[in-house]
């Protein structure tokens, strides 16, 4: 009976402490300051850009994939399933049908990172697309800025 008693404890003090390292890497933050937009979230006509005029990146965190356009503005890529294991040296691929090289929505753009150690490209999901402001862009640490 005491070996039962002593196993049940044992075994709800591994459970407290699975739900203590659950609840703190839920907590972990992206190094990001700003907030990601719901998925589905695209950009006003205003707003959008071509492919052609993407000119660096970076990855933010493994959600997150940061684009300068044109070496003026920064646009927050939310995508799904891609960079788990990229870095910021790793290209990134885009295609698009011809004609339709403007990207407004997360449909709108076909994106791959391509990885420099081997030669295969790992396709994302995109899932939003935002436009940070000129405070946000500033607010960035040096590291993450595209």
Known sequence: MKLA???????????????????????????LAIPGPPPGTGLPSGQCFRTRDIRNHTIADRDTLLVSVKDKDVYRIGVKGCLAGAVSSDPIITRNPP???????????????????????????????????????????RKLRP
Do not use: N, W, Y
Not at 9 to 28: H, P, R, Y
Not at 106 to 125: K, N
């Open 5 to 31: 008693i002593i196993a049940l404890a044992a075994s709800a003090a591994a459970l407290s402490a699975a739900a203590v390292s659950t609840t703190a890497l839920a907590a972990k933050t992206s190094p």
């Open 99 to 141: 004609g339709s090289e403007i990207i407004c929505r997360p449909i709108d753009m076909d994106l791959a990172i391509g990885h420099t150690g081997g030669g295969f490209a790992t396709h994302c999901i995109v899932d939003s697309i935002s436009k940070l402001s000129p405070e946000q862009v500033a607010a960035l640490p």
